[in-house]
């Protein structure tokens, strides 16, 4: 899993990888919930159930539109 980890103002800031976001959307392509869950669900819950940041689902609901 690529990821990048940037310093700012003495501060850790995560940025998810394209390969990521696009993970985590065919994920939940597969998945019972389905895209209507990532777009719509809690992001932490989002998170917890794919196994991600919730930067990537934030990401990704980005990408979604």
């Known amino acids: ?6 310093k700012r103002a003495g501060k850790i800031a995560y940025t998810p990888s394209a390969t990521e976001v696009d993970a985590l959307i065919e994920s ?3 998945h019972p919930l389905g895209l209507g869950y990532l777009k719509d669900g809690s992001p932490d819950s989002v998170a917890f159930t794919f196994g991600v ?3 990537v689902v934030d990401a990704a609901r980005e990408k979604l539109g």
């Open 28 to 30: 939940a392509k597969r």
């Open 53 to 55: 940041h919730a930067f």
């Open 1 to 6: 899993m690529a990821t990048t980890l940037l």
